[in-house]
Protein backbone atom coordinates (compact mmCIF):
# COMPACT_ATOMS: atom_id res chain seq x y z
CA UNK A 1 0.00 0.00 0.00
CA UNK A 2 1.19 3.23 -0.59
CA UNK A 3 2.05 5.34 2.13
CA UNK A 4 0.47 8.84 0.38
CA UNK A 5 -2.41 7.22 -0.62
CA UNK A 6 -5.31 9.00 0.62
CA UNK A 7 -8.11 6.50 2.54
CA UNK A 8 -12.26 7.87 1.49
CA UNK A 9 -14.57 6.37 3.98
CA UNK A 10 -18.53 6.83 3.05
CA UNK A 11 -21.01 5.88 5.86
CA UNK A 12 -24.52 5.71 5.92
CA UNK A 13 -26.52 7.29 9.16
CA UNK A 14 -27.96 5.47 11.56
CA UNK A 15 -31.59 3.76 11.60
CA UNK A 16 -34.77 5.88 11.83
CA UNK A 17 -38.14 5.66 12.31
CA UNK A 18 -39.29 5.87 8.78
CA UNK A 19 -35.90 3.02 8.42
CA UNK A 20 -38.09 0.84 10.53
CA UNK A 21 -41.38 1.18 9.06
CA UNK A 22 -40.08 1.22 5.16
CA UNK A 23 -40.64 4.89 4.06
CA UNK A 24 -38.97 6.41 1.62
CA UNK A 25 -37.07 9.34 3.29
CA UNK A 26 -35.60 11.19 0.23
CA UNK A 27 -34.68 14.86 1.75
CA UNK A 28 -37.24 14.87 4.19
CA UNK A 29 -35.27 15.34 7.33
CA UNK A 30 -36.23 12.01 9.46
CA UNK A 31 -34.11 12.27 13.14
CA UNK A 32 -32.23 9.21 14.10
CA UNK A 33 -33.98 6.80 16.43
CA UNK A 34 -32.28 5.61 20.01
CA UNK A 35 -30.93 2.78 17.81
CA UNK A 36 -29.48 5.07 15.34
CA UNK A 37 -27.77 6.78 18.12
CA UNK A 38 -26.42 3.99 19.37
CA UNK A 39 -25.33 2.50 15.97
CA UNK A 40 -23.87 6.09 15.57
CA UNK A 41 -21.93 5.75 18.85
CA UNK A 42 -20.95 2.30 18.30
CA UNK A 43 -19.90 2.95 14.46
CA UNK A 44 -17.37 6.07 15.68
CA UNK A 45 -15.52 4.10 18.60
CA UNK A 46 -14.09 2.00 15.52
CA UNK A 47 -13.74 4.74 12.69
CA UNK A 48 -11.92 6.73 15.43
CA UNK A 49 -8.76 4.13 14.67
CA UNK A 50 -8.67 5.22 11.12
CA UNK A 51 -7.87 8.87 12.72
CA UNK A 52 -9.51 11.17 9.83
CA UNK A 53 -8.52 14.19 9.06
CA UNK A 54 -11.55 15.33 8.06
CA UNK A 55 -15.57 14.60 8.58
CA UNK A 56 -18.16 16.11 6.13
CA UNK A 57 -22.02 15.25 6.42
CA UNK A 58 -24.47 15.39 4.43
CA UNK A 59 -26.90 18.75 6.21
CA UNK A 60 -30.25 15.87 7.06
CA UNK A 61 -30.25 15.41 10.90
CA UNK A 62 -29.58 11.81 10.66
CA UNK A 63 -26.38 12.30 9.08
CA UNK A 64 -24.84 14.85 10.92
CA UNK A 65 -25.96 13.38 14.42
CA UNK A 66 -24.03 10.19 12.84
CA UNK A 67 -21.09 12.10 12.05
CA UNK A 68 -21.03 13.86 15.82
CA UNK A 69 -19.75 10.82 18.13
CA UNK A 70 -16.78 10.47 15.70
CA UNK A 71 -16.17 14.06 15.70
CA UNK A 72 -16.40 14.51 19.28
CA UNK A 73 -13.40 11.32 19.70
CA UNK A 74 -11.24 12.69 17.31
CA UNK A 75 -11.48 16.19 18.61
CA UNK A 76 -12.67 17.65 14.45
CA UNK A 77 -15.67 19.66 13.31
CA UNK A 78 -18.40 18.65 11.44
CA UNK A 79 -18.39 19.99 8.04
CA UNK A 80 -21.84 19.72 6.09
CA UNK A 81 -22.53 19.93 2.64
CA UNK A 82 -25.88 19.63 1.14
CA UNK A 83 -24.98 17.95 -2.18
CA UNK A 84 -24.32 14.69 -0.12
CA UNK A 85 -28.32 14.42 0.46
CA UNK A 86 -30.02 11.47 -0.11
CA UNK A 87 -32.00 11.46 -3.13
CA UNK A 88 -35.23 13.41 -3.96
CA UNK A 89 -37.89 11.44 -3.52
CA UNK A 90 -40.54 13.36 -5.08
CA UNK A 91 -44.37 12.09 -3.90
CA UNK A 92 -42.79 9.08 -3.20
CA UNK A 93 -40.95 10.47 0.16
CA UNK A 94 -43.38 9.43 3.09
CA UNK A 95 -44.86 6.59 1.60
CA UNK A 96 -44.53 2.65 2.49
CA UNK A 97 -42.48 0.52 0.30
CA UNK A 98 -45.15 -2.15 0.49
CA UNK A 99 -47.71 0.73 -0.30
CA UNK A 100 -45.69 1.44 -3.37
CA UNK A 101 -45.41 -1.56 -4.94
CA UNK A 102 -49.24 -1.48 -4.94
CA UNK A 103 -49.61 2.30 -6.56
CA UNK A 104 -46.81 2.78 -8.71
CA UNK A 105 -45.47 -0.78 -8.64
CA UNK A 106 -44.06 -0.16 -12.30
CA UNK A 107 -42.07 2.82 -11.34
CA UNK A 108 -41.02 1.33 -8.44
CA UNK A 109 -39.71 -2.13 -9.32
CA UNK A 110 -38.45 -0.48 -12.22
CA UNK A 111 -36.32 1.98 -9.87
CA UNK A 112 -35.15 -1.09 -7.56
CA UNK A 113 -33.94 -2.94 -10.74
CA UNK A 114 -31.68 0.30 -11.57
CA UNK A 115 -33.56 1.75 -14.40
CA UNK A 116 -32.98 5.33 -14.93
CA UNK A 117 -36.35 6.54 -13.14
CA UNK A 118 -37.18 9.42 -11.10
CA UNK A 119 -38.66 8.61 -8.25
CA UNK A 120 -42.55 10.05 -7.77
CA UNK A 121 -41.77 11.04 -11.30
CA UNK A 122 -40.11 14.57 -9.90
CA UNK A 123 -37.38 12.84 -8.20
CA UNK A 124 -33.52 12.70 -9.22
CA UNK A 125 -32.56 9.92 -11.40
CA UNK A 126 -29.53 7.89 -10.19
CA UNK A 127 -26.85 9.68 -12.58
CA UNK A 128 -27.74 13.12 -11.14
CA UNK A 129 -27.30 11.86 -7.30
CA UNK A 130 -24.10 10.22 -8.36
CA UNK A 131 -22.48 13.21 -10.25
CA UNK A 132 -23.21 15.78 -7.10
CA UNK A 133 -22.31 13.20 -4.56
CA UNK A 134 -18.95 13.19 -6.42
CA UNK A 135 -18.66 16.38 -7.14
CA UNK A 136 -18.90 17.27 -3.01
CA UNK A 137 -16.64 13.90 -2.55
CA UNK A 138 -14.06 16.01 -4.84
CA UNK A 139 -14.38 19.08 -3.07
CA UNK A 140 -13.64 17.33 0.10
CA UNK A 141 -10.33 14.97 -1.37
CA UNK A 142 -8.86 18.45 -2.09
CA UNK A 143 -9.06 19.16 1.44
CA UNK A 144 -7.32 16.16 2.53
CA UNK A 145 -3.86 15.19 2.78
CA UNK A 146 -1.50 12.66 1.36
CA UNK A 147 -2.00 9.07 3.53
CA UNK A 148 -4.70 10.63 5.37
CA UNK A 149 -8.50 9.74 5.58
CA UNK A 150 -11.60 11.82 4.95
CA UNK A 151 -14.91 10.40 6.24
CA UNK A 152 -18.17 11.07 4.38
CA UNK A 153 -21.53 10.60 6.17
CA UNK A 154 -24.08 10.79 3.99
CA UNK A 155 -27.30 8.07 2.93
CA UNK A 156 -28.22 4.67 1.81
CA UNK A 157 -29.20 5.92 -1.72
CA UNK A 158 -26.26 8.30 -2.51
CA UNK A 159 -24.10 6.17 -1.33
CA UNK A 160 -24.40 3.69 -3.87
CA UNK A 161 -25.27 6.03 -6.54
CA UNK A 162 -21.66 7.77 -6.53
CA UNK A 163 -20.15 4.49 -6.94
CA UNK A 164 -19.96 4.74 -10.68
CA UNK A 165 -18.38 7.75 -11.39
CA UNK A 166 -16.11 7.28 -7.87
CA UNK A 167 -14.92 3.98 -9.54
CA UNK A 168 -15.42 4.97 -13.05
CA UNK A 169 -17.62 2.19 -14.02
CA UNK A 170 -20.84 2.07 -15.71
CA UNK A 171 -23.99 1.81 -13.33
CA UNK A 172 -24.72 -1.62 -14.86
CA UNK A 173 -22.31 -3.00 -12.67
CA UNK A 174 -23.12 -1.26 -9.38
CA UNK A 175 -26.81 -2.17 -9.08
CA UNK A 176 -25.72 -5.39 -8.09
CA UNK A 177 -24.04 -4.28 -4.70
CA UNK A 178 -26.84 -4.78 -2.03
CA UNK A 179 -28.15 -1.98 -0.22
CA UNK A 180 -26.22 -0.72 2.82
CA UNK A 181 -27.28 -1.49 6.23
CA UNK A 182 -27.83 1.87 8.53
CA UNK A 183 -24.31 3.20 10.11
CA UNK A 184 -21.95 0.74 7.63
CA UNK A 185 -19.89 2.00 5.64
CA UNK A 186 -17.89 1.41 2.76
CA UNK A 187 -13.76 2.03 2.30
CA UNK A 188 -11.56 2.81 -0.40
CA UNK A 189 -7.87 3.60 -1.30
CA UNK A 190 -6.31 5.47 -3.76
CA UNK A 191 -4.41 3.99 -6.43
CA UNK A 192 -3.14 6.94 -8.29
CA UNK A 193 -4.53 5.31 -11.72
CA UNK A 194 -6.62 6.81 -14.07
CA UNK A 195 -8.97 3.99 -14.60
CA UNK A 196 -9.20 2.32 -11.59
CA UNK A 197 -9.08 5.30 -8.98
CA UNK A 198 -9.87 3.59 -6.10
CA UNK A 199 -9.86 0.13 -4.97
CA UNK A 200 -12.68 -1.39 -2.90
CA UNK A 201 -11.24 -2.17 0.84
CA UNK A 202 -14.48 -2.24 2.11
CA UNK A 203 -18.19 -2.80 1.04
CA UNK A 204 -21.18 -1.85 3.60
CA UNK A 205 -18.69 -2.98 6.47
CA UNK A 206 -19.12 -2.18 10.14
CA UNK A 207 -15.80 -3.19 10.83
CA UNK A 208 -11.85 -1.73 9.61
CA UNK A 209 -10.18 -3.10 6.38
CA UNK A 210 -7.55 -5.78 7.20
CA UNK A 211 -4.29 -6.44 5.04
CA UNK A 212 -4.50 -9.08 2.84
CA UNK A 213 -1.68 -10.08 0.91
CA UNK A 214 -2.76 -12.25 -1.61
CA UNK A 215 -5.81 -14.24 -3.01
CA UNK A 216 -4.78 -18.01 -2.19
Known amino acids: ?17 WNLE ?3 QGQTDVPLDEVGVAQAKAAARMLMALRPQIIV ?4 SRARDTAAPLAAACGLEVFE ?22 SDADNYLAWL ?11 EDRHVVGARVLAAITDV ?33 IRFLGVMRNA ?8 GEADTPWQVLEY ?13
Open 141 to 173: LERTSTGRTAVVVTHGGAARAVLAPLLNRPFED
Open 113 to 123: AGERIRPGGDG
Open 22 to 24: HRF
Open 57 to 60: SSNL
Open 1 to 17: MREDARRLVIWRHGRTA
Open 184 to 191: AWSAFLET
Open 204 to 216: NARSLPEPAAADD
Open 81 to 102: DPRLQETDGGSWEGRRREDLLV
